[in-house]
T-cell receptor, first 115, second 111 residues
């Protein structure tokens, strides 16, 4: 299957700082990328969908000004958590889909801890 | 909301077949059944998908009932590394469509 990477794998930051998470498709061009959030013992919740070169579409209840998504190239999408607070601590997972695949391939996830 | 229902947890002995059921009684004619699994603290892994015919790959088999209202994922010879949360998702076969994850089934393989 296609490979998707995320960086960093884990990050600890102070409250009020901003954190950027990168999602890369390593061996295919991702026309669409998705960002999910997962709290402990819960399922994945979709945050937003981004298509290369256009603005992301956010799910209901997700603040677009707090969770900034950039999908500037076909192999890279970034999620920036602005002014992070302890309640933003979570496992953030991206997935990517190429134009030739009907499956989504998931990254390994990024664990964010806000102190 | 997820359109599938799965048992919250199951146990299976190592080396035996693990059969994971999924109900999707409101599935539409153009929706596929997808299975993913998530091992602890990792991203989900695609397993298999199907429309109406049974499917098999190197990981698992997918049995879909004739009325398509339910399906079963079969891991033929479960190993300890198959311990994970298994998600059954219905979706049209367009990768641009979002995946809606339910609570899944937490499968524990016991030695």
């Amino acid at each position: 299957g296609a490979v998707v990477s995320q960086h960093p794998s884990r990050v600890i930051c102070k409250s009020g700082t901003s954190v950027k998470i990168e999602c890369r498709s390593l061996d295919f061009q991702a026309t669409t990328m998705f960002w999910y959030r997962q709290f402990p013992k819960q399922s994945l919740m979709l945050m937003a969908t981004s298509n290369e070169g256009s603005k992301a579409t956010y799910e209901q209840g997700v603040e677009k000004d707090k969770f900034l998504i950039n999908h500037a190239s076909l192999t890279l999408s970034t999620l920036t958590v602005t002014s992070a607070h302890p309640e933003d601590s979570s496992f953030y997972i991206c997935s990517a889909r190429s134009g030739s695949h009907n499956e989504q391939f998931f990254g390994p996830g990024t664990r964010l801890t806000v102190l | 909301d997820a359109k599938t229902t799965q048992p919250p947890s199951m146990d299976c002995a190592e080396g035996r077949a693990a059969n994971l059921p999924c109900n999707h009684s409101t599935i539409s004619g153009n929706e596929y059944v997808y299975w993913y699994r998530q091992i602890h603290s990792q991203g989900p892994q695609y397993i298999i998908h199907g429309l109406k015919n049974n499917e098999t790959n190197e990981m698992a088999s997918l049995i879909i009932t004739e009325d398509r209202k339910s399906s079963t994922l079969i891991l033929p010879h479960a190993t300890l590394r198959d311990t994970a949360v298994y998600y059954c998702i219905v979706r049209v076969a367009d990768g641009a469509q979002k995946l809606v994850f339910g609570q899944g089934t937490r499968l524990t393989i016991n030695p």
